[in-house]
């Protein structure tokens, strides 16, 4: 994408000089540290266009470069303790211009959220771009009754508290209230322009993008690191209730193997496949379910193991989107009800246009980031085996 064309811009401020937490931003959550997984949630969005680092720290700027975002460095003066957000913010956007990237709606993402759902940054971009908000923001709701202590009495009754949502007089039932939300801090969007006159995240109309209370954790002590991650082991090992799918496409090398191979003295390449895989091919090949291996490597393994499991092939494909485009317009599925199975960076433009992008357990971190759905088996060790009995399990259903 050219500079020209970015729409929609994250910036993710990461500065190095953490009180609470030392080095928090690099402190990791399920393995990733906090601004790779801050990086991976913006790359993996539809709709934003390009992602941006802000930060005075090397060691921070490295790890975001790592996973894929381009880096600002901050001046000393916008990096201290007493710096605001939004001063970061107008930096960046003013570094931005002068290389010639001037997008309409900023995505503003912490780093001390390591649960951001890419598909709520979307709803978030979707809702300023539509024009239905000009600001938005990651909220919890709640129907807790909320309670502030009194500043103006004196005396004996120093402790007094008043109601802040609720009249003490009335106690409506739960399901009988209107939730109040909030903020989480994950993230927040808005339009460019406005920011900019307002110096502030917040003008004209603001909407909230509704974030599960599990999810909506952020860092602050060290003992958030700890509930997080022990958090982390079990959000991303979940199974969806259904993954309702038409098709099935999957990479080879890492997915259907251990992406590993070996090579005799001629140079002749052999690979390990998992035979439970095959039965799960054919139970889903019976079920009526089409299949497809989409490869960019040019290989007879690759071949050989298509005719074996009976599953149509395609190799040499450097555009695995477009190719999977084509074959499903064909086939007449549409990409909402289509898995695709990948295990690294190049299977990132394929996930990120199907409903179901899912990845083997030892994928990537961008592609598990990227993913909808993370396998408990890894690539040559039956994932394959287990999407395809997700799928006809949902089909049962």
Same mark, same amino acid.
């Given at each position: 994408m050219?500079a020209?064309?970015?729409?929609?811009?994250?910036?993710?401020?990461?500065r #190095?000089g953490?009180?609470?937490?030392p080095?928090k931003?690099?402190?990791t959550v399920?393995?990733?540290?906090?601004?790779?997984?801050?990086?991976m949630?913006? !790359?993996?969005?539809r709709?934003?266009d390009?992602?941006?680092a !802000?930060t005075d720290d090397a060691?921070?700027?490295?790890?975001?470069q790592a996973s894929?975002a %381009?880096v600002?460095?901050?001046?000393r003066d916008?990096?201290?303790d007493h710096a !605001?957000?939004?001063s970061a913010l107008l930096?960046a956007l %003013?570094?931005l211009?002068t290389?010639g990237v001037q997008?309409?709606?900023l995505?503003?993402v912490?780093?001390?959220s390591?649960?951001?759902?890419?598909?709520?940054l %979307?709803a978030?971009?979707?809702?300023i771009l539509?024009?239905?908000?000009?600001t938005?923001?990651s909220?919890v709701? $709640?129907? /807790?009754?909320?309670w502030?202590?009194a500043?103006?009495v004196?005396g004996p009754?120093?402790?007094a508290?008043?109601?802040?949502?609720?009249d003490a007089?009335s106690?409506? &039932?739960?399901?009988?209230?209107r939730?109040?939300?909030?903020e $989480?801090g994950?993230?927040?969007?808005?339009?460019i322009?406005d920011f &900019?006159?307002?110096?502030h995240?917040?003008?004209?109309?603001?909407?909230?993008?509704?974030?599960p209370?599990?999810?909506s954790?952020?860092?602050?002590?060290?003992?958030?690191?700890?509930?997080a991650n022990a958090?982390a $082991?079990v959000?991303e090992?979940a199974k969806p209730?259904?993954?309702?799918v038409d098709a099935?496409v999957t990479?080879?090398d890492?997915?259907?193997?251990?992406?590993?191979a070996y090579?005799?003295e $001629?140079?002749?390449e052999?690979v390990?496949v !998992?035979?439970? %895989?095959g039965? #799960?091919?054919?139970?889903?090949r019976a079920?009526?379910v089409?299949m497809?291996?989409?490869s960019? /490597?040019?290989?007879?393994?690759?071949?050989?193991?298509g005719r074996?499991?009976g599953?149509?092939?395609?190799q #040499?494909?450097?555009d695995k989107?477009a190719?999977?485009?084509?074959w499903?317009d064909e086939?007449?599925?549409?990409?909402?009800?289509?898995?695709?199975?990948g295990?690294?960076?190049?299977?990132l433009?394929?996930?990120q246009?199907?409903g179901w992008?899912?990845?083997?357990?030892d994928?990537?971190?961008?592609v598990?980031?990227?993913?909808?759905?993370?396998l408990?088996r890894?690539?040559?060790?039956?994932?394959?085996r287990e999407?395809?009995?997700?799928?006809?399990d949902s089909?049962?259903?």
């Amino acid at each position: 994408m050219t500079a020209s064309e970015c729409r929609v811009v994250a910036v993710i401020p990461a500065r #190095g000089g953490s009180k609470g937490v030392p080095g928090k931003n690099l402190r990791t959550v399920g393995g990733r540290s906090l601004i790779s997984r801050a990086v991976m949630a913006c !790359s993996a969005s539809r709709l934003v266009d390009l992602v941006y680092a !802000s930060t005075d720290d090397a060691a921070i700027a490295a790890a975001a470069q790592a996973s894929g975002a %381009d880096v600002i460095w901050r001046p000393r003066d916008l990096a201290g303790d007493h710096a !605001s957000s939004e001063s970061a913010l107008l930096h960046a956007l %003013d570094h931005l211009a002068t290389v010639g990237v001037q997008p309409e709606v900023l995505i503003f993402v912490q780093c001390t959220s390591p649960f951001i759902n890419p598909g709520d940054l %979307d709803a978030a971009v979707e809702m300023i771009l539509t024009g239905h908000a000009d600001t938005v923001f990651s909220g919890v709701a $709640t129907h /807790e009754f909320l309670w502030r202590e009194a500043p103006d009495v004196l005396g004996p009754k120093a402790a007094a508290v008043v109601g802040q949502n609720h009249d003490a007089a009335s106690r409506p &039932r739960r399901q009988d209230r209107r939730p109040d939300f909030r903020e $989480t801090g994950a993230f927040y969007a808005m339009r460019i322009d406005d920011f &900019r006159r307002s110096g502030h995240r917040f003008f004209g109309t603001t909407a909230v993008v509704p974030v599960p209370e599990l999810t909506s954790m952020e860092i602050d002590t060290p003992d958030d690191l700890v509930l997080a991650n022990a958090l982390a $082991t079990v959000l991303e090992r979940a199974k969806p209730a259904a993954l309702e799918v038409d098709a099935v496409v999957t990479d080879f090398d890492g997915v259907h193997t251990a992406d590993t191979a070996y090579l005799d003295e $001629t140079g002749r390449e052999a690979v390990r496949v !998992s035979r439970s %895989d095959g039965l #799960g091919i054919a139970r889903l090949r019976a079920s009526g379910v089409p299949m497809l291996i989409l490869s960019k /490597e040019c290989n007879p393994v690759v071949s050989a193991r298509g005719r074996k499991v009976g599953v149509e092939v395609m190799q #040499g494909v450097d555009d695995k989107a477009a190719a999977l485009q084509e074959w499903l317009d064909e086939q007449g599925i549409p990409l909402r009800r289509t898995a695709y199975l990948g295990n690294d960076v190049n299977d990132l433009p394929a996930m990120q246009i199907v409903g179901w992008p899912v990845a083997v357990s030892d994928a990537h971190p961008r592609v598990r980031a990227a993913a909808r759905l993370v396998l408990a088996r890894a690539g040559g060790h039956g994932a394959v085996r287990e999407l395809c009995d997700l799928v006809l399990d949902s089909h049962v259903k």
